[in-house]
């Protein structure tokens, strides 16, 4: 009788932790959802030479680099071929050609902390006033790019990359407008972990405007 109840207390036991989940997904209504995904933490992914000819137009010129951001960007090219070609092809995203790459504060003398980012056509189709068409756009698009930056997070592990940028681009009345969200890695951790929610993560990012100066939006 003993053996058979050590048998199915054991039984019980094994089967909650089989159940067990490590990771919390957190969502965050209009804002995105943060996707549960394992990441390439191993070895560099392998593309085919099309591919990476086709897509390294989207990386920035090497050549205008000043930081180690020309080193991280030869390091992790077919990661980041990777993430161009998903949304690209998968997303259908407009992506500025030349913008994907490591950008560091221009305004700071720190040009140790760099982010990896990106430039996003997009279209103000409703005519929305540039502090509007900002948190829409914001919004609607963070997320999605940063569940793709994610999967590849071995670009954000290296001391020297602290977060990821994403700069919106589009014109109203003739002009280019533009709006930049600096997001910092703790906070993409806290985001990934369930420890905030995403829009807490969009609230805590630093937002810069066409001329890139630091601005509050009712996010």
Same mark, same amino acid.
């Given at each position: ?29 209009? &804002? ?6 394992? !990441? ?10 099309k591919n990476r000819e086709k897509y390294s137009e989207y990386l920035v010129d090497p050549k205008y680099y000043s930081t180690n ?24 995203l407009n992506i500025s050609e030349g913008t994907v790459g490591f950008y560091f504060d221009k305004k700071s003398t720190r040009t ?29 698009? &963070? ?30 009345? !003739? ?5 930049? *969200? ?11 972990? !369930? ?11 630093? *937002?810069?405007?066409t001329a890139g100066k630091v601005i509050l939006l009712a996010i």
């Amino acid at each position: 009788m003993r053996v058979m109840l050590f048998f199915s207390v054991l039984f019980m036991l094994l089967s909650m932790s089989c159940t067990g989940e490590n990771i919390k997904n957190g969502t965050g209504g209009s &804002t995105g959802t943060v996707q549960n995904t394992s !990441g390439t933490d191993s070895t560099e992914p392998k593309i085919t030479v099309k591919n990476r000819e086709k897509y390294s137009e989207y990386l920035v010129d090497p050549k205008y680099y000043s930081t180690n951001g020309g080193y991280y960007q030869s390091k992790y090219h077919d990661s980041i071929i990777i993430i161009v070609k998903s949304f690209i092809e998968k997303d259908k995203l407009n992506i500025s050609e030349g913008t994907v790459g490591f950008y560091f504060d221009k305004k700071s003398t720190r040009t140790d902390r760099l982010f990896f980012g990106l430039d996003l056509f997009v279209k103000n189709i409703k005519s929305e006033d540039y502090g509007s068409f900002s948190v829409s756009v914001i919004k609607k698009y &963070t997320m999605p790019l940063l569940n793709e930056v994610y999967k590849n997070r071995n670009i954000l592990k290296e001391s020297e990359v602290v977060g990821v940028v994403f700069g919106f681009k589009w014109t109203e009345s !003739g002009a280019r407008q533009q709006v930049n *969200i600096w997001i910092k890695e703790e906070d993409i951790i806290l985001t990934y972990t !369930g420890k905030i929610t995403v829009n807490e993560m969009l609230q805590r990012s630093t *937002i810069t405007n066409t001329a890139g100066k630091v601005i509050l939006l009712a996010i």
